[in-house]
């Protein structure tokens, strides 16, 4: 599975789920992560066509978009959206 | 046009800019240089930096003029990360400007830790919440002074005395204070000012740096207006802005005067509207008059104000889930309000007719909703 996550570093709200990122990350070492930043990754984040609100996380399988996860969200709900995705 | 967005940005006041085009076209000399001219240069800056000085409160040599705010918030983060690698924490909230965010998430990327000091349902800083959230590695301490949303004057004083009794750094953003309120900076280590707030130009801010604090330089490049930042001094943009603090000192009463009418007179127009909420903060300043209109995009409103020739705010361009302002969220704890939130900036010049026909457009956009 890979997490594909768009954000922002001015924006806090990706700031503030930076710890449950990391935590993540350190719990599902399984898990393939990719990160673009909203405005020095255009070209990247361009064809995901996300809205207004970041962070945006793009849940794939197989290349194949599976579930999108926007805004932010604590630790263990984040795990659970990923984990059911 | 009418402007309401003072928050944002001030003009220029056309005294500050007589003294910026006097001194940068009568008193050019680079302030480095040894000959009589770059004397005169240098003597016309340390009377600037003298009056920046003594409107803080602060030692001459802890002003660091900068290019801008966003520069002084940068420095303060990454130069103190510089000067103290082992320290590996810091402490913001949700409230900062998204060059201090900006900073703190570029640590954060480095391999940071950083937490967010929660508000109280007052919207105000849980001054006791930074006893448990202060580490042994902590690195600095940094919060808004003022909530640019809201306007809510925060208890950065308390704060910055938290902070000394643990001995990790203080910094705080006085952008939206400065000409606004008054402060104490007496336990503050760092500050970071803007001119272009306070009617000066754009261009030049300051990072304030008491003189026990260590800090690496951003711009390396020899000894200029200070140690601490390389580039040729402006000398205009100094001048400018000491005049734009000078005046600012000596019209507060004044200044504060109309601006405070200026609030009530909105206020009590506002609450004419029965589809307006005013999101009321703790110890707002009067610049600032924040209110919902529930159902209503703010985006969308906004246009159609400036398409009536009026011009204001919305909430920052950041936010998170649902868009909702954590400002209004905070103090209202309404979703709805959150999410439909606008800020008046106020100021001296704002004019009664004005704000009569703010309050008139906006009795036309909410009897067309």
């Known amino acids: 599975m890979t997490i594909i996550v768009i954000s922002a570093v001015w924006c806090h709200a990706c700031l503030s789920m930076r710890k449950t990122i990391n935590a993540i990350k350190t719990k599902h070492p399984e898990w393939t992560w990719i990160e673009y930043d909203l405005d020095l990754d255009e070209d990247q984040v361009a064809p995901f066509k996300i809205g207004k609100i970041i962070p945006v996380f793009i849940v794939q399988k197989n290349n194949t978009e599976v579930k999108r996860i926007v805004g932010e969200h604590s630790l263990s709900a984040l795990e659970s959206e990923l984990l059911n995705a | 046009m009418i402007y309401l967005d003072y928050s944002a940005t001030t003009p220029l006041d056309p005294r500050v800019a007589a003294k910026w085009m006097d001194?940068?076209?009568?008193?050019?000399?680079?302030?480095?240089?040894?000959?009589?001219?770059?004397?005169?240069?240098?003597?016309?800056?340390?009377?600037?930096?003298?009056v920046m000085a003594g409107f803080f409160g602060v030692p001459v040599e802890s002003i660091i003029p900068t290019a801008s705010a966003v520069e002084a918030n940068n420095f303060?983060?990454?130069?103190?990360?510089?000067?103290?690698?082992?320290?590996?924490?810091?402490?913001?909230?949700?409230?900062?400007?998204?060059?201090?965010?900006?900073?703190?998430?570029y640590l954060a990327h480095q391999g940071y830790d950083v937490d967010t000091l929660p508000l109280t349902p007052q919207g105000l800083y849980d001054v006791e919440a930074l006893d448990t959230l202060i580490r042994p590695d902590t690195l600095v301490v940094s919060l808004t002074a003022v909530d640019s949303e809201t306007?809510?004057?925060?208890?950065?004083?308390?704060?910055a005395e938290r902070c000394r009794l643990h001995h990790v750094f203080f910094h705080t953003d006085l952008t939206q204070l400065v000409g606004k309120g008054s402060f104490d900076l007496s336990h503050v280590d760092l500050a970071t000012v803007s001119a272009h707030k306070v009617y000066g130009p754009k261009g030049i801010g300051l990072l304030i740096k008491k003189p026990h604090v260590g800090i690496v330089p951003l711009l390396h490049g020899g000894h200029s207006v200070?140690?601490?930042?390389?580039?040729?001094?402006?000398?205009?943009?100094?001048?400018?802005?000491?005049?734009?603090?000078?005046?600012?000192?000596?019209?507060?009463?004044?200044?504060?005067?109309?601006?405070?009418?200026?609030?009530?007179?909105?206020?009590?127009?506002?609450?004419?509207?029965?589809?307006?909420?005013?999101?009321?903060a703790s110890q707002a300043l009067p610049h600032f008059v924040n209110f919902s209109i529930v159902g209503t995009r703010p985006e969308e409103g906004l246009r159609y104000f400036s398409d009536h020739g009026i011009?204001?705010?919305?909430?920052?361009?950041?936010?998170?889930?649902?868009?909702?302002?954590?400002?209004v969220y905070a103090i209202t704890g309404d979703e709805a309000l959150a999410i439909s939130s606008y800020r008046l900036g106020l100021s001296h010049l704002t004019t009664v007719t004005e704000i009569e026909t703010f309050l008139s457009v906006l009795a036309d956009y909410v009897g067309t909703l």
């Not at chain 2, 050019?28 to 930096?49: M, P």
Request: charged letters at 20%; hydrophobic letters at 40%.
């Open chain 2, 23 to 50: 001194v940068e076209t009568r008193v050019y000399a680079n302030a480095n240089s040894a000959h009589a001219l770059g004397l005169a240069s240098k003597a016309i800056n340390d009377a600037s930096l003298a």
């Open chain 2, 76 to 105: 303060a983060l990454k130069g103190l990360a510089l000067k103290y690698p082992k320290k590996r924490h810091v402490i913001v909230s949700a409230l900062e400007h998204a060059s201090l965010i900006g900073a703190a998430g």
């Open chain 2, 151 to 159: 306007g809510s004057r925060q208890p950065i004083e308390s704060c």
């Open chain 2, 226 to 280: 200070t140690p601490w930042r390389a580039s040729t001094p402006p000398n205009g943009l100094l001048a400018a802005f000491a005049e734009a603090l000078r005046l600012a000192h000596d019209e507060a009463d004044q200044r504060l005067a109309i601006v405070q009418a200026r609030h009530d007179q909105v206020i009590a127009g506002l609450r004419q509207q029965s589809r307006v909420t005013i999101n009321q």
């Open chain 2, 311 to 327: 011009c204001f705010s919305s909430k920052s361009a950041c936010s998170g889930q649902d868009e909702k302002s954590v400002s």
